[in-house]
T-cell receptor, first 110, second 116 residues
Framework: RKEVEQDPGPFNVPEGATVAFNCTYSNSASQSFFWYRQDCRKEPKLLMSVYSSGNEDGRFTAQLNRASQYISLLIRDSKLSDSATYLC???????????FGSGTRLLVRP | DVKVTQSSRYLVKRTGEKVFLECVQDMDHENMFWYRQDPGLGLRLIYF???????EKGDIPEGYSVSREKKERFSLILESASTNQTSMYLC???????????????FGPGTRLTVL
């Protein structure tokens, strides 16, 4: 079983739609959680951290459910520029390592 | 702006060749990482370094070695390239401390290596 699992998609949505991705992680000792974004043929970049209380950054909302070991990313009012692959990332506070999921691809159409 | 640069965007090598991939960062970061990214498998950590001359194996170190002689430079070496090492190689750097502190790694643009 992979440590971090994501639906690969693609999620194909119209502009203005709301879309949500989930990600599950297997190690209950995971302490820190992040979403990274990777545009086609580009490097990954940090989108946002995920806090236990949930957090929002503009149109993006991230949530953590420790009991069920999943995190989610909600994108409201999708823009064409949101088309990318979204990587779910977990870390143990005792480690230097980030553990990446294989990503969920989002396509936003006009 | 943090900048992480990699020596080549595209590289084609033959089986058995020794391959050097270079990574340089300009933010005085202690931590540096080498990943490979393959479709369906995501990013997998090959090696990382948290200080000059320090290195730690990641999840898939077999067939690779690394060198960190200067703080800003982290090199990945394929001692004898094989076709299953055809992949996208990404270098990253981060501030000192463990992954759970901040969590942001800054990536280079990647090197797409093809081994024939």
């Amino acid at each position: 079983r992979k440590e971090v699992e994501q639906d690969p998609g693609p999620f194909n949505v119209p502009e203005g739609a709301t879309v949500a991705f989930n990600c599950t992680y297997s190690n209950s000792a995971s302490q820190s959680f992040f979403w990274y974004r990777q545009d086609c043929r580009k490097e990954p970049k940090l989108l946002m951290s995920v806090y236990s209380s949930g957090n929002e950054d503009g149109r993006f909302t991230a949530q953590l459910n420790r009991a069920s070991q999943y995190i989610s990313l909600l994108i409201r009012d999708s823009k064409l520029s949101d088309s990318a692959t979204y990587l779910c990332v977990v870390a143990m506070d005792s480690s230097y390592k980030l553990i990446f999921g294989s990503g969920t691809r989002l396509l936003v159409r006009p | 702006d943090v900048k992480v640069t990699q020596s080549s965007r595209y590289l084609v090598k033959r089986t058995g060749e020794k391959v050097f991939l270079e990574c340089v960062q300009d933010m005085d970061h202690e931590n540096m990482f080498w990943y490979r990214q393959d479709p369906g498998l995501g990013l997998r950590l090959i090696y990382f370094s948290y200080d000059v001359k320090m290195k730690e194996k990641g999840d898939i170190p077999e067939g690779y070695s690394v060198s960190r002689e200067k703080k800003e430079r982290f090199s990945l070496i394929l001692e004898s390239a094989s076709t299953n090492q055809t992949s996208m190689y990404l270098c990253a750097s981060s501030f000192p401390g463990l992954a759970g502190v901040g969590g942001e790694q800054f990536f280079g643009p990647g090197t797409r290596l093809t081994v024939l």
